[in-house]
């Protein structure tokens, strides 16, 4: 928008500094001057900014006469396509058009994915995973001694720890990347089994991939 604007602010001062002739044929600005005489055929125009259905800012476009001189020329949507303009639209896009940066897309190798995968079984494993559930407070009524686990309104599902996951450790993982034969049921803490690549070697001393998961009381 900031070379439109001052193509724009050039035009005004453009218009302002021409010098009007003394006789009553020029006792007008440029812009009206140019378009005298033309109502049965199409003006070439170059476009200040970019309009809907007629073209970008800095294209030449044909245009009827009217629509010109009453709508595009006093807002100086568009100019006169003749040469000062032309030139004065193209000078002003090359100061102030934004450059398009060149985004350079890398392919990550095997070697860079499973360093990826790595740091995130790490993390994952070196992590807790912190659920607040509401209790079933029927069945809690209904114990028998304090030492019955407290079951829960609704149990914990994969998806809901998947969620959690990206949440609070920032890891995206999948649902078939958890061994999770029924869902979490009550209060406690749990090491959930985690499928992850062959390829991720195993921390000294164990055998299996496992996230904690605590459930607690809100």
Known sequence: MAYIQNGRHALRQIIKETNVQQSHD????????????????????????????????????KVAPGYFRNHLMPKLLAVPNIDKFAYLIKEQRKIYQPK??????????????SKVYEKAAYRLLNGRLVL?????????????TKDDPIE????VTKDEI?????RQLCVQIDPENLHLPTPLETFG??????RMPKSIPLPEGRYNWTLKVKIRGK
């Open 132 to 144: 607040r559930r509401s209790i079933n407070v029927e069945k809690f009524r209904a114990r028998s």
């Open 189 to 194: 803490l749990f090491d959930v089994q985690l």
């Open 26 to 61: 020029r006792l007008m600005q440029p812009l009206f001057y140019a378009c005298q005489g033309i109502r049965y055929r199409k003006l070439d125009v170059i476009l200040t900014t970019s309009i809907e259905r007629l073209g970008k800012a800095g294209e030449t476009v």
């Open 162 to 166: 998947v969620a959690e996951v990206a």
């Open 100 to 113: 398009e940066e060149e985004v350079q897309v890398v392919t990550k190798n095997v070697e860079d994915k």
């Open 152 to 155: 829960l309104r609704s149990p």
